[in-house]
């Protein structure tokens, strides 16, 4: 993927990140959301084997806020769901 592309979809998933933000609330289940914005927490990790997730949301020097406090987010409900289980 060309640089100006990733620019694109760097913008597009800082975008939707921050909706996704917002749509997290007391009468959400925390569990659905988890599965229900699983793909998008996949698609703005970088998993290396054997390693936990890095959120990838720094490109060419910009950082996407969106992202990185999804990102965060996701991997704290997640780590909480596991815990309570």
């Given at each position: 993927m060309n640089m100006e592309n990733e620019s694109k979809l760097m913008i597009h998933q800082n975008?939707?990140?921050?909706?996704?933000?917002?749509?997290l609330t007391?009468?959400?289940?925390?569990?659905?959301?988890?599965?229900e914005n699983e793909p998008i927490f996949e698609s703005i990790t970088i998993t290396p084997k054997g390693l936990p997730s890095i959120i990838h949301f720094n490109h060419c020097g910009e950082v996407y806020e969106g992202i990185r406090d999804f990102g965060r987010l996701y991997m704290l409900l997640k780590d909480l769901q596991t815990r309570v289980k």
């Open positions: 975008l939707y990140c921050e909706s996704v933000l917002s749509d007391g009468s959400k289940f925390i569990k659905d959301w988890l599965i």
